[in-house]
């Protein structure tokens, strides 16, 4: 297949079962919590100098200690050196641009703990093995997010998926791979004039085959949740994802088929949502 649009190779030594063993994760308090309970001067000074930048001053009344405490947490392992401007800002999540180790451009993931939203991660969480007994607990559900897609994108890359490469998690606050920077950041689908749209296709199939033989179903893919930069197709906003065991995902792979169909029709391909889901479910095929 074309490399046009940067296609990945799986990593080696993925065996035909990969998928179906699912790592256990842990959303029980981690150090961030208790460095927020024990609110020591060195992160009291930390949290007071991050609530006065700029970026932070309208999230004062979103972020509690204990988010706080997880950045510092990331900053102390040398995941984050320092931040810079917001790139989005969402009911559920902020996402900033930071240095990370080794000057390299990296995006931090805050979840709001009081999410909005949080009803809406539930009907993802439920049903994925690697969540069982998640309650209505806010704080459990939102730190099994972040949890989630956090291993969302690492199996995802495993799989050989171009999505942003998952670096760290800690609590709610998610650094992964800055695609793009915010003065030249990477462009939607749905925001641009697609050159070769059936290579595009066969890159965007492909890899959702990929997914699903790895276990995964996207969820919410679309032209909103697929982004070009420098000439890579990136599946976006792993989140939602659920496995292939969930009792909705045969509804989660009839919609990303739908969607996908429908855009790359508009762009004057033709393709059949039925044909697509067969080429995706066929896990035994050649890539």
């Known amino acids: ?24 994760i842990d959303v029980s ?45 990331l900053v102390q392992d040398g995941y984050i050196d320092a931040f810079g401007g917001p790139i989005s800002t969402g009911k559920e999540a902020n996402v900033y641009e930071a240095l990370g180790a080794e000057d390299r451009d990296v995006a931090v993931k805050i979840y709001r703990i009081n999410a909005s939203n949080f009803q809406h991660m539930r009907e993802y969480l439920e049903g994925d093995p690697r969540f069982e007994g998640i309650g209505s607990d806010k704080k459990q559900v939102v730190l099994a997010w972040t949890k989630k897609e956090f291993a969302n994108l690492r199996r995802a890359r495993k799989a050989g998926v171009r999505v942003p490469e998952p670096i760290a998690v800690e609590r709610n606050v998610l650094v992964m791979e800055l695609v793009g920077l915010v003065e030249d950041r990477a462009r939607r689908l749905a925001e641009v004039s697609v050159e070769n749209p059936e290579t595009a296709f066969e890159v965007v199939r492909e890899y959702m ?35 292939v065991h969930h009792p909705n995902a045969d509804d989660f792979l009839d919609r990303d088929c739908r969607n996908v169909a429908s855009f790359f029709t508009r762009q004057g391909v033709d393709v059949d949502p039925d ?13």
């Open 1 to 24: 297949m074309t490399e046009e649009y940067g296609l990945l190779n799986p990593e080696e030594g993925e065996g035909e079962d990969f998928g179906d063993e699912w790592e256990e």
């Open 29 to 73: 308090d981690t150090e961030a919590d208790r460095i927020a309970r024990k609110r020591d001067r060195k992160f009291a000074e930390f949290r007071d100098r991050l609530k006065d930048a700029d970026q932070f001053k309208v999230e004062q009344s979103v972020f509690d200690d204990a988010t706080f405490a997880a950045i510092y947490k």
């Open 209 to 243: 085959r990929r997914l699903y033989s790895a276990g995964l179903v996207h969820g919410d893919l679309s032209e909103y949740n697929l982004i070009i930069h420098d000439g890579e197709l990136v599946v976006i906003d792993m989140g939602q994802a659920a496995t």
């Open 275 to 287: 044909d697509l889901r067969e080429f995706v479910t066929a896990v035994d095929a050649e890539p």
